[in-house]
Each structure stands twice: as structure tokens, then as C-alpha cells.
């Protein structure tokens, strides 16, 4: 199970790497970011309803206090990224990407580096209190 949402987080890195080497372009490509975005958005909503279920939920509903702190702390910054990445598609449609490129540009980067540091951080912390009550529970 972790190992299929680590897979899917590789997936969105390769595909946040990808719109970040659109924006760095010097002429816009809003097609190009258009497209990508909306794969991204999918690919994102996916991931989190999958993350809500098998993680979330079991860390939970665990017994486990430490894991149960950990699971409620996320999942309330959890529910901020599906709707933070919708407002920046709907703050940046395809005429305004092209008219103010570099600007559009900075808060793509803003918002990548975010996503990356969210990764990190469920991979590092998250997944380990997944891991640590799945270890007691096979081992009860």
C-alpha cells in the first residue's frame, strides 16, 4: 500500500517536473500548461481520495495516539491542497498564463515547491506511523 502511494507521488513529481520545465521556457506555452494541469489535477484528487482511505482512516481508526495526532494534523492540511491547486487553475486561465508569463511562472514554482515539500514530508513522517501500526497489528 505505501508503496503504491510513494509510486504515485513519483508520478506527480514527474509531472510537476514536466510543467516546471514548460514555465521556465522565455515564450509561453499555455496549451502545454493547460493540458498538464488538468492531468495533474486528476492525478492529485485521485491520490488524496486513495491517501484519505487507506491512510487517514486506518491511522485513525489505529488506537494508536501518537499515529491518531499525526493522522488528524494532516488530513486538516490535507483538504487545503485539492482546493489551493483548483484555485490556481481558476486564478490562471489560458489568456492570463500568456499575458503574464513570468508572474505565472513564479507561482507555479511557489506552488511545486510546495507539493514537494508535502511529499517529503508525508514519505518521512506519515507513511512511517502507517507503517509502525500496520508492524503492530500483523505482529498482535
Not at 508569463?101 to 506519515?126: K, N, Q, S, Y
Amino acid at each position: 500500500m505505501i508503496r503504491e502511494l510513494c509510486a504515485e507521488h513519483r508520478a506527480l513529481e514527474a509531472q510537476a517536473a514536466q510543467l516546471l520545465a514548460i514555465v521556465s521556457g522565455a515564450v509561453p506555452d499555455a496549451a502545454a500548461v493547460a493540458v498538464l494541469r488538468w492531468g495533474m489535477a486528476q492525478a492529485l484528487l485521485d491520490h488524496c481520495n486513495r491517501e484519505d482511505w487507506l491512510v487517514y482512516d486506518r491511522l485513525l481508526a489505529s488506537g494508536d495516539a501518537v499515529a491518531t495526532s499525526i493522522a488528524w494534523r494532516y488530513r486538516q492540511e490535507h483538504g487545503t491542497l485539492g482546493p489551493a491547486f483548483a484555485n490556481y487553475i481558476a486564478a490562471w486561465p489560458v489568456g492570463r498564463i500568456s499575458r503574464e508569463w513570468v508572474r505565472f511562472r513564479d507561482e507555479t514554482e511557489a506552488l511545486m515547491t510546495g507539493l514537494a515539500e508535502r511529499i517529503e514530508d508525508e514519505e518521512r513522517v506519515l507513511y512511517a506511523h502507517v507503517e509502525r501500526v500496520m508492524a503492530r497489528r500483523a505482529a498482535a
